[in-house]
């Protein structure tokens, strides 16, 4: 079965541009979550949805950055416009109902802001 | 406050020899999960083991078993007949409470295998 499918892979911008993070999570899963991983703050969870709804967005920096999931199969998270400190590993995972509830995490959005 | 605390940012072992990776959580809920992942140098989250909070015995996974200690609020990782492949990052996380599926990570720890 393929795992949570996340693009770009790496991103490459400039201060000022808008970025798409995109990500497909497992088939089945009914909860998606949005990570962001820096040197200096860790993993930290930025907005997550159940049944495609969100349920915490307390996490999202601020208004630049928005998180979408208009069905079970796909999830957005949009930076704009981006800043240089928004460079960071960006993660989503995903969640099933059955087994003991770990993430299942994809391979990371690599974002460079220059 | 829901918190995980991972106090030793990086950790040497012998290769084959067993080590623990500490982590200590806090929250109020009495119903909780407990998880490590490992992060290698090609950045992927693998995860390793689950603990809940009602769990009579520890969790085992193969070389991986989780020592929960429940009125400590601890949840240490060990690792046994350490290996190359093991050199790398393990984040601790706490799922709080049931039914709002927030997942907290810790800071993590580095770990170096030794040959």
């Known amino acids: 079965d393929a795992g949570v499918i996340q693009s770009p892979r790496h991103e490459v911008t400039e201060m000022g541009q808008e970025v798409t993070l995109r990500c497909k999570p497992i088939?089945?899963?009914?909860?998606l979550f949005w990570y962001r991983q820096t040197m200096m703050r860790g993993l930290e969870l930025l907005i997550y949805?159940?049944?495609?709804?969100?349920?915490?967005d307390s996490g999202m920096p601020e208004d630049r950055f928005s998180a979408k999931m208009p069905n079970a199969s796909f999830s957005t998270l949009k930076i704009q416009p981006s800043e240089p400190r928004d460079s960071a590993v960006y993660f989503c995972?995903?969640?099933?109902?059955?087994?003991?509830?770990?993430?299942?995490f994809g391979e990371g959005s690599r974002l460079t802001v220059l | 406050a829901q918190k995980i605390t991972q106090t030793q940012p990086g950790m040497f072992v012998q290769e084959k020899e067993a080590v623990t990776l500490d982590c200590t959580y806090d929250t109020s809920d009495p119903s909780y999960g407990l998880f490590w992942y490992k992060q290698p140098s090609s950045g992927e989250m693998i995860f390793l083991i689950y603990?809940?909070?009602?769990?009579?015995q520890n969790a085992t996974e193969g070389r991986y078993s989780l020592n929960f200690q429940k009125a400590r609020k601890s949840a240490n990782l060990v690792i046994s007949a350490s290996q190359l492949g093991d050199s790398a990052m393990y984040f601790c996380a706490m799922r709080v409470p049931p039914g709002t599926y927030k997942y907290i990570f810790g800071t993590g720890t580095r770990l170096k295998v030794l040959a």
């Open positions: 995972a995903s969640r099933g109902r059955a087994g003991s509830g770990e993430l299942f």
């Open positions: 088939s089945g899963h009914n909860s």
């Open positions: 949805f159940n049944n495609n709804v969100p349920i915490d």
């Open positions: 603990q809940g909070s009602y769990d009579q």
